[in-house]
């Protein structure tokens, strides 16, 4: 993790608590034959600079990883090209739930997007083409040293 980033335990958070909920509708059940939630990670939030996105990945998606093979959130967000107008693409949080979900095996990384790919796509965009002063992002990461099981219905590993 980069100097001056840093997350805060959030495990017993109502705000993390609530975010899973918002994110899982069906509070945390998944279809996967190994849930996240099942992983028993450690919820986190903090902030970090927009040049953190630099570094995360993105989870196997199949149709993902046949465009961008690197498997770098990076390379997949800047594959689209720079909005015609000079304007921002995304202007900023309302509220608290809007903040990107990330997994990692340890704080130290490597970091997997796993909610917020629109927004932070846009942010990374725009920080790039010098159309945003957004300096720091919220972010939630659920830590789990077992991430690497966590896969589909049909074993497909997302990580």
């Avoid at 994110?23 to 970090?48: D, F, K, M, S, T």
């Avoid at 770098?72 to 990107?100: K, V």
Wanted: aromatic share 10%; glycine share 8%; with cysteine.
């Amino acid at each position: 993790m980069p100097p001056g980033d840093s997350f805060g335990l959030a495990a017993r958070s109502s705000r993390a608590l609530l975010m899973l909920d918002q994110h899982y509708p069906n509070g945390g059940e998944r279809v996967n034959a190994v849930q996240l939630i099942g992983l028993a990670p450690e919820w986190y939030e903090g902030e970090v600079a927009i040049s953190f996105l630099d570094g995360m990945r993105f989870f196997n998606l199949p149709p993902w990883v046949s465009k961008v093979p690197s498997l770098q959130f990076a390379d997949l967000a800047l594959s689209r090209q720079r909005p015609a107008m000079n304007e921002a693409e995304f202007c900023g949080f309302a509220t608290a739930i809007e903040r990107p979900i990330a997994v990692a095996p340890s704080l130290e990384g490597p970091f997997c997007l796993l909610e917020g790919y629109t927004r932070c796509a846009c942010i990374l965009r725009d920080h790039r083409t010098g159309l945003s002063s957004l300096a720091r992002l919220p972010m939630i990461v659920a830590v789990t040293s077992r991430i690497v099981e966590w896969s589909d219905e049909h074993g497909h590993l997302w990580w």
